[in-house]
């Protein structure tokens, strides 16, 4: 099934729609939101076939009670520590970073990203989950089942407010604000690239108009989802509608950085890291980070050509 | 208006009721719940008066969309580091310090806290305020305006996974598990003690019937509600419902890191504090964090000895 949210004033959680398989219509679901259909409600299409418009989309929770965004391709990790000349820990294969996210207001997939370019902003391509209650303590096995939902996330981030905030030792506040999720939030079951733990298939990222990203998401992801969802639960219970996020999708090219797709490679899934390989290769980045009327797109295909989750597809704004 | 939430089966957002001013009764509201509130639905009492008791209570916001959770007290995290030999950075006094907290499910004042004592299981007696919508770049006159209830909070925290997981550098996830609200949100206009800005009251905290902590809330803040919220809205919205925190209340006493409430001083609103205060003087500490069976209470009181927010009563639990 594939679901997704319509924005409606004065209606904070928005209006659940069930979309066609050619993403060209929807019908009016049943449940009044997703979080509703996460906390049990039943949903099936009811009432009149509308024209379906990812332009009319909030994102599929608007406001979620909890998203927790991991770093589950550490060769992002290790990039970006290598371009400040820091080692990263060899924990950091075993054990999954993970930061509490904002979650209480989300950019539906065509909404603006509003900020000051002085901030340095970013976009981050992501593949993220949505799960079902999850007990403290759950076994990989047991986070596996409660994946309900799967979608892309542009988690978008303050490159110039990251490593002040982060020096205070307390993660991320200020240095992350709303992200944005795909139109389509799409059951596990009719996923093409789906298999249980990780989603296989190209994130396509334009800057532009221009290919920026090309990478597998389904390679190169050291910790799969179920692991990430096992690692939050450890000293608690999740609530049903848990977002769980990848963190930024990032392949190794023949065991080196990587090349932007100009250059015939897969490009890379946020600024930050092609800047990165620029201060390797170059000595110093050349590619700036996002400014007022800049826009970004993501999406995901399968074998035939056709948009799993939608499109991303945000202009950014100076605030 | 003194609303809480009772708990009920098959409704994650729980029964809002109206407490009355002796907290001896209560009727149901009819707003279905204290989101709904704050989304901007009328509240007022409808039905049967019941007998309340704070047993029947979950947190006021079960489940919330943002828990951020500050540190305005800021001899609290001096005195911590001076601990552990480091220095606090002078910024500490100036720029505020804030983590973005679990939210995805809280207990109830007299649910228990279940955990595995080798994870050091503490509590942190803190001031917590829900607001309404914030808009980004909000002035600190505006965050003001913007609270709706405050309550207590007790903010479970495990500290031997602390060390750990913040060396990561991503904040807490592990280390900060499930934390407790008082049974009541109040609304400011009827609250003794609120100035606008920082809530003047003893905050009470027995360890298993003992007095532990005597903290005078409105002494030492170094930063008012309305600056931590300023600070958490200035690269984004806030959504009506985010709840912030106060951190751990924390009172210098003549200069000094202060004493137990046993030798005639305020005490200490977490057990690390205590802990640090008998490192700082002794050496090491003395005093355990908790075990299960102990018994947690935090609550304050107006003028005339009458509890204001309810009582957090939990016992703690092996996992």
């Known amino acids: 099934m594939k679901l997704a949210t ?12 069930i979309v066609a398989d050619d993403l060209l219509s929807a019908r009016p679901a049943s449940a009044p ?3 509703a259909v996460l906390d049990g409600a039943p949903v099936e299409a009811v009432g009149e076939e509308v024209v379906f418009d990812a332009a009319d989309c909030s994102a599929p929770l608007p406001r979620a009670y909890q998203f927790l ?43 603006a ?8 902003i970013d976009f981050e391509g992501e593949i993220a989950v949505i799960t079902g209650p ?14 309900r939902f799967v979608m892309l996330c542009n988690d978008v981030s303050l490159r110039n407010l990251i490593p002040g ?20 939030a799409v059951t596990p079951d009719i996923l093409p690239g789906w298999d249980g733990g990780r989603m296989h298939g190209r994130l396509c990222i334009d800057l532009n108009g221009i290919p920026f990203g090309r990478a597998e998401a389904g390679e190169d992801m050291t910790f799969d989802f179920p692991t990430l969802i096992a690692h939050a639960a450890k000293t608690r219970a999740l609530a ?15 065991g080196g950085p990587g090349r932007p797709v100009s250059e015939g490679g897969r490009g890379y899934s946020c600024i930050a890291e092609q800047r990165v390989v620029e201060t390797l290769l170059h000595g110093g980045p050349k ?33």
């Open 134 to 147: 999850v007990r403290m303590g759950a076994s990989v096995t047991e986070a596996a089942d409660a994946i």
């Open 69 to 111: 965004d991991g770093s589950a391709y550490v060769n992002h990790v290790e990039l970006v520590r290598k371009a400040r000349g820091a080692t990263m820990p060899d924990s950091f294969w075993t054990d999954p970073l993970m930061y509490q996210g904002g979650s209480d207001g989300f950019l539906g997939p065509c909404q």
């Open 240 to 254: 049903a509608g848990t977002i769980i996020g990848s963190g930024t999708v990032s392949n190794k090219e023949a």
């Open 33 to 35: 939101s997703l979080q």
């Open 165 to 184: 905030e982060l020096a205070k030792g307390f993660g991320f506040v200020q240095s992350k604000p709303a992200c944005a999720f795909s139109p389509l």
């Open 113 to 120: 990203i509003v900020g000051d370019p002085e901030w340095g």
């Open 287 to 319: 590619t700036r980070f996002l400014h007022p009327g800049d826009q970004v797109e993501m999406w995901m295909e399968d074998g035939e050509g056709r948009t799993i989750f939608g499109r991303i597809s945000q202009k950014v704004e100076a605030i």
């Open 6 to 17: 319509l924005r409606q004033d004065g209606a904070p959680d928005g209006r659940l729609v």
